[in-house]
DNA sequence: CTTCATGCAAAAGATTTGCAAGTTC
DNA sequence: GAACTTGCAAATCTTTTGCATGAAG
C-alpha cells in the first residue's frame, strides 16, 4: 500500500510534529516509515484528547487505513510508545488506555466508575510529597502510576434524582 | 475431598480469623466454605507479607491440598477479594499482585523497576491532597491505585559498583 | 436430599509468531 | 537489491464455561 510518505499530512492538528518525531526515532533504529504506522499516528491524532484502548486505536487506524491489520497494531504500539509519541494513561479499568504524550505535561487521572468519564488533574504537591516518600525509602523514581476512582458529580446526581 | 472444616486450622498465625470471615461471607450469599476454599486462604496466610500473583497463590494452593484446580482459584480469588480477606496490591508490572487484607491499614507501593523489590508506604499528607483532588472535580472518592516506580537503594548501589 | 462446587475438557479471547509476498530506502 | 514490514493463518497463553460427578449443609 503506498501513500504520500514525503506530503506532510499534518492539517495543524500537531501530526506534522508526531510524523517528525516518528520519523526520527525509527532512522534511529534503522527502522522505516511505512503508511500502516502513519494510519496509526494519524488515528492517534485523531483520538487526541481521548484516552484509548489499543482495541480503539486499530479500529480507527483500520478504518484510516483499509488493511491495517491488528497484528501490525500489535506490533507498531510499542514503538510509538518508545518515540515518545503515546503514553500508558490509565491501567484501572478492564483495558488499559493510552493518550497522546506529545509535548504534554506530566498528569494523573481521576476515573469515574460509573460512567468511565476521565478528567486529568496535576498537583505539584502530591508530586513533592512522592519525591520524598521514595528518597525517604531509598528509592529514586522514574515515574508513578496514580489513578482517583470515584463517581463524577453527574453519576452522584442521577442517583439521587 | 474432606478436611477438617470444623478443626480449626489455625496455629496463630491469622488463619483463624480470616477462616471466620470467609465462612460468614458465605453464608450471607448462601455458598458454602469448601476444602479447596480453605487451602486457597491457608496459602494467602503461608505468602502473608507477600505480594502474590493468581498464578502464585495457584501453585501453592494446589501445593497444599492436592488437586485444587486453577479454575477453582479463578473461581474463588474473586470471593476472598469480596470477603475483605485479600485485595488487590499492584497493577503495574506484568501480573496483577494480590496482598492479605485482613485488618491490615491502608497503604501504597514503591516498586523497584530493576528487582522487583517492593516496599510499602503510607502518608496521610498525600491521602488529605488525594481528597481535595477529587472533590475539586466533583468527585466522590472511592479508592486509588498509587504506585511510585524507581530504582531501589540496593540496585542502585548494584549499578555503582 | 437439594443445591452448590469441582475438575475436566472444550471454548473463547487476547496476543504473538512463522512465513511468503510486498515495500521502503 | 537488501532488509524491513505486512497480512494471514496458525500457535500460544490466559481466562471462562458446560457438564457430569462429588460434597456441603
Redesign the interface.
Known sequence: MRLNLNNDPDGGDGTARAHELLVAYLRRRGLRMTGEREALLRAAVLLQGGHFTLDELAREAMRLHAGASRPTVFRSLPLLVDAGILQPAL??GEARRYELALGRRHHDH?L??RCGRI?E?R?E??EK??LG??SR?????????????????AC?AAKRA
Not at 531509598?138 to 463524577?152: A, I, K, N, Q, Y
Open positions: 491501567v484501572s481521576l469515574c466508575s478528567v488533574f498537583s504537591a502530591i510529597l512522592q516518600v521514595a525509602h531509598g528509592f529514586r523514581l522514574t515515574s508513578h502510576v496514580h489513578e482517583l476512582l470515584g463517581e463524577c458529580a452522584r
